[in-house]
């Protein structure tokens, strides 16, 4: 059970953040995916041997980087596609109940007929649905210029798997940054743990690397 009118009002004050995100996504993809040349696979492999570390700090492995889905995977969702939707998730999980409870707003949510579980439901479903909406239009926008630049190149069950996987890790820090929200009572608390435990793990997995 939701709240109709919340949901619409935050609707109406996420969607121009959502669309410059969905814009800078949508420009990295069709740039990374119109670099793909098995050949430039096979010198990115090269300069991954000859310079081992580098680019599997940032998740970019050479390995299978000759097929347009292992270029994909490697350069594509090894970066550009945590980091981007990390920051809208942390963004989207900080504005949606921190920030009501730090400006003192939601004394007024909780006095109108909705209750406290309502509304967090509420902006739960939000958050999830506003992820899965980014995650499956930029997937649709790599398959149609996949296929427009490179037809019959990409294995669409491998991209699509890809997509799901990164929605999966998206929700999964954007829970953590849900549950910091609800429980602290101002947002430079809420947003220094949400961004600095996500942050803190990436670079201990860049160091891992």
Do not use: H
């Amino acid at each position: 059970m939701i709240s109709m009118p919340l949901f619409k009002r935050e609707l109406k004050s996420i969607w121009k953040i959502f669309i410059i995100f969905l814009a800078v996504l949508t420009m990295y993809t069709t740039v990374i995916l119109s670099m793909f040349d098995p050949d430039l696979g096979n010198i990115l492999a090269d300069f991954e041997k000859a310079m081992p570390g580098i680019m599997a700090a940032v998740g970019m492995k050479g390995a299978g980087a000759t097929s347009l889905v292992g270029y994909a995977a490697s350069y594509l969702f090894g970066f550009i596609m945590i980091v981007f939707p990390m920051i809208f998730s942390i963004i989207l999980s900080n504005k949606l109940v921190a920030k009501y409870v730090d400006n003192g707003s939601m004394a007024y949510l909780l006095a109108t007929p909705n209750t406290r579980r309502k509304i967090v439901c509420t902006q739960a479903i939000f958050s999830i649905l506003c992820m899965a909406l980014l995650i499956t239009l930029v997937t649709i926008i790599g398959i149609t210029y996949s296929e427009y630049a490179f037809p019959d190149e990409l294995n669409i069950q491998k991209y699509i798997l890809l997509s799901v996987g990164a929605f999966g890790l998206q929700i999964a820090i954007g829970g953590f940054g849900f549950l910091v929200s609800c429980i602290s009572n101002e947002t430079r608390i809420s947003y220094s743990l949400s961004i600095g435990l996500p942050i803190a793990c990436y670079i201990i997995q860049m160091v891992a690397n």
